[in-house]
């Protein structure tokens, strides 16, 4: 898929519009998206893989609960990651490898600090074959 996400602004926060062929490839692209808006992407190497493992009731929920993991393994263990490998299986069950390094304060400049993902406004629509999710982060 070409677009991946695109930043928007927000008033006192900030936001992406993910993208995706699928569901897996939605949430992958919302983390890339989200991580874009804390660090250069490129500054990251993917010398170590985590995998998160997560089920919820509703799509809507599993992606707020993915980014946010991705958050608190920035805020309590220092990881950043680049790239994004998700599946999401029946019962809305979410197995991803997340791909990054430890957070060097030499080599990685943060941006800004993101707080959490938020569902303001959150949907995730299916048109034309392409999933899409507006997404608002508490910074």
Known sequence: MD????????????????YGREPGE???NAARGM?????DPLTVQPALSNKIELQEQDDVTLL????NEIIYALD?????????????SAGL????????????AARHKLKREIKAATYHNLN???LNNVYSAKIIFDI
């Open 3 to 18: 677009k991946q996400f695109e930043v928007i602004e927000h008033t006192a926060d900030i936001g992406i519009i993910a």
């Open 26 to 28: 939605l949430m992958a």
């Open 35 to 39: 991580t874009s808006l804390m660090i």
């Open 64 to 67: 707020v609960e993915w980014l």
């Open 76 to 88: 309590a263990e220092g990881l950043i990651f680049r790239e994004f490998a998700v599946a999401i």
């Open 93 to 104: 069950k979410l197995s991803a490898v997340c791909y990054g390094e430890k957070l060097d």
């Open 124 to 126: 995730i629509v299916k």
